[in-house]
């Protein structure tokens, strides 16, 4: 253990600026991918272990974008509505059949997702570890606040990820699309009843679920390899996040989210053997002080 | 393929069980626009599941259910809803973490009556519910809550309404109002099917009685007919 350093960084503020940055953007990327899946969760009632890949996808098309057209605005795009297109299919074809039946059978057609996935892209993209870069646009000096180092790129990241939460959050409070995915996602019977085919906005909320686990994975190219199996540790991550913050929560989400990412930054300064052991820890007594997680339902 | 021209909802040879217990045996029903028909029968007769069967809630085994000319059974329950059925279940099933409000939106939509009813015009008609907009639904009264329920089933502007047991646990000054809401949705000409157990509420609002019992309907009649055989009453609604 460094807790010594961890003593002298969250003395010094240019540490705690540098750190709360980096906590903060990765936190950011996170919620996005764990958003997905707890909104899935809520509205659907399917865990779905196969997000990690449509994150991992959401990177491989970002890259596919990016080659030809050198512009990250497209390769984002495309990775999110790549991912959504793709989480439409599987939902369609493959996971709708399954709505309401255990668990198991979930991670078993989950898991066939997951491997198909992996495969598929070993196929075109072969298995070596692939890096979109920094886009050239993006090369800028870093803002330096306080004395600590906030790279330009984290800044982008943390406003674009910042738009699209809240902009979810907006549409799921505020319009009647929202509503309608909330009242569904406790009562669809009453909702198929008053003449909502609760069919489509199934569909639809695995498809934004989708989307937005591959705008993560896209706008996470440049900073991360992007490499068959990448969407394993993101999965594991999103399930911490589902617990500490509550399942089916957004707000208990964005909490966690910021939580982990926060810990993984200062942890790894302060106790980098033991970051992904902290996450659990703090899963844990989330777990045993409060069972329904942060922003669920007590009871 | 309409073969009642007036008729708003014709149901015949109705079949539907739970699983392989049969509870409906062949139920019809008939009912033209703007009446207000009483589905009496005790607990256990088939009221709720009929309403369940019309609605696609229970999918039913055989028999037709046509809306305003058009086939609907066995339809999924948004489909049956849109051809003019609105369905208002005994729980009431209000959407507890939305406003009022919200739960009207969620329903609104233009239907086969029209775009007639609106959250304006049901604040109008409903003004109980107007200081109560922002108000959660799960944090109403019961009475408020059926009130709502009610109002909901009108936003998506059906042919005709499917109440069941819109009296049950409700104060009398309750049941009172919910009473003279029906009767003011009859003049103004909307069509309703009302399950009840509670006869007196029940022929005070309604213009017709159906009865059923053990699953099949056994007498109709109008209110007057029904008042004056009190044989039918001793024989099918007396515990």
Known sequence: MELTELGECVSSLSCVVTQLAAGLTIGMLLFLVASGLTLIFGVLGLVNFAHGSLYMMGAYFALAAYGPTGSFALAVLAGTLGAALLGLFFERFLLSRIY??????????????????????????GADFRNMGVPPAFLHPPFIIGGGVVPYFYAI??????????????????????????????????????????????????????????????????????????????????????????????????????????????????????????????????????????????? | MNDKGASELLVDGLDAAYGASQVLFGVKLEVERGETLALMGRNGAGKSTTFKAIAGLLPPRAGRVMVRGHDVAGQKPYRIARAGIAYVPEDRQVFPEHSVEENLEIAEREGVGGREWNRARAFEMFPMLQPLRGRMAGRLSGGEQQMLTIARSLMGNPAVLLLDEPSEGLAPLIVQQIGALIRRLRELGTTIILAEQNSRFCLAVATRVAVIDKGAVVWRGDVAQFRADPDVQARYLQV
């Open chain 1, 157 to 299: 990241l943390f406003g674009i990820t910042a738009l699209i939460a809240v902009a979810l959050s907006y549409g799921m409070s505020r319009t009647r699309f929202g509503r309608i995915v909330r009242a569904a996602a406790v009562n669809p019977g009453m909702v198929g009843a008053l003449g909502i085919n609760t069919t489509v906005v199934y569909a639809a909320v695995f498809a934004i679920g989708a989307g937005l686990a591959g705008a993560a994975g896209a706008l996470s190219a440049p900073i991360r390899s992007v490499v068959p199996g990448a969407g394993v540790s993101i999965l594991i991550e999103s399930f911490i996040v589902t617990v500490i913050g509550g399942m089916g929560s957004i707000g208990g989400a964005l909490a966690a989210s910021l939580i982990l990412g926060l810990t993984r930054s200062f942890g790894s300064i302060g106790f980098p053997l033991f970051v992904e052991g902290a996450m659990f820890v703090i899963m844990a007594l989330v777990l045993i002080l409060r069972p329904s997680g942060l922003g669920g339902r007590r009871g």
């Open chain 1, 100 to 125: 309401g039946q255990d668990v198991l059978m979930q991670l078993l057609v989950c898991y066939a997702i997951i491997l198909i996935l992996d495969d598929v892209v070993k196929i075109i993209w």
